[in-house]
């Protein structure tokens, strides 16, 4: 806030309502409760962190393909079918968030909806490492950097760092791309801004962000 100032719309400045925070306290404890059972049976793992090129592949490597899991499989064909009228009810809670979206509002959610969006993705991948003799397992740090990139994709801030790659969070408005979804409740409905590889649907979407909330980010 006090980085962004007088830059940040006014439907930004906003305090979190106390049912937010309570979302958040249920979404945290559904996500840990989670992280328990998949370190209990060994499929989450904590190693030290160190610096070298293999460790830090073992936790890109899994960061970035559940990404692509998560959109590919699971958000392009349900996200979509979840902003339809049949099925709007066990989405409605998420987009009681609009323009005022911020990070903590990525915990907003019902545990159903959460489950959706959520579940699918660690499972392939723990089924992808078993089928190509791989060791099955996700290090823990790959949970924190997906539970930031959500943080991220709700932020007030439209440069936020998510993939925490500099090519990529200079490719990708992933933040621009999810606060249009918000404010307009239809369209983008992908985590990842794929279509951002095209310079020219990139800058659409920042102009539609900047006409949107009224702002001048560049």
């Avoid at 328990?36 to 190693?47: A, G, N, Q, R």
Wanted: aromatic letters at 16%; one cysteine or more.
């Amino acid at each position: 806030f006090w980085l962004l100032a007088d830059r940040l719309p006014r439907c930004k400045r906003t305090r979190l309502s106390r049912a937010t925070h309570w979302y958040v306290l249920q979404t945290a404890a559904a996500s840990m409760s989670s992280f328990f059972l998949l370190y209990k049976y060994d499929l989450i793992y904590y190693e030290p962190v160190v610096a070298t090129p293999a460790f830090w592949l073992s936790i890109f490597a899994p960061f970035n393909a559940l990404l692509a899991l998560r959109d590919v499989v699971f958000l392009a064909p349900l996200h979509r079918l979840l902003h339809q009228p049949r099925w709007y009810h066990f989405h409605r809670l998420h987009h009681e968030v609009g323009k005022d979206a911020q990070s903590l509002h990525a915990f907003h959610i019902e545990l159903f909806d959460l489950a959706i969006e959520n579940v699918g993705a660690p499972f392939l991948l723990l089924c992808g490492q078993r089928a190509l003799g791989l060791s099955v397992g996700i290090h823990w740090f790959v949970g924190l950097l997906l539970t930031m990139h959500d943080g991220a994709l709700h932020s007030i801030n439209p440069f936020s760092v998510m993939y925490f790659n500099p090519l990529l969070d200079w490719l990708f408005e992933g933040n621009v791309k999810h606060q249009l979804h918000h404010a307009l409740n239809k369209g983008h409905y992908l985590f990842v801004p794929w279509s951002h590889v095209l310079p020219k649907r990139r800058r659409a979407d920042c102009d539609r962000y900047n006409h949107v909330f009224k702002t001048d980010f560049g």
